[in-house]
């Protein structure tokens, strides 16, 4: 999942506790505008499109996309990783 050339990367990792979870998360965030690429079973790398804001309300931004996700199913459990 390489940004366009001359881009800033903005890839965050996400870690899932339960990895029956991943494909479905890995479909809401596309559908909020977000490309995920999995690294494991239970970890994804997350980029935004566009890539242009700035870091930390990319953070915030994916944690509330997150948050919401997870009011959808109780029983999972993403969370952000520091940096990339």
Known sequence: MDPP???PTAAMRVHI???TYLDELIAF????GYRSEKLGAKEI???PM???RRLEVLRLDL???LRA???AHPDACATQSPGA
């Open 17 to 19: 506790n339960d990895e």
């Open 5 to 7: 050339p001359g881009t």
């Open 50 to 52: 566009p890539t242009s």
């Open 63 to 65: 944690d509330l996309h």
């Open 69 to 71: 996700w997870e009011v």
């Open 45 to 47: 790398l997350v980029a």
């Open 29 to 32: 965030l596309a559908r909020v």
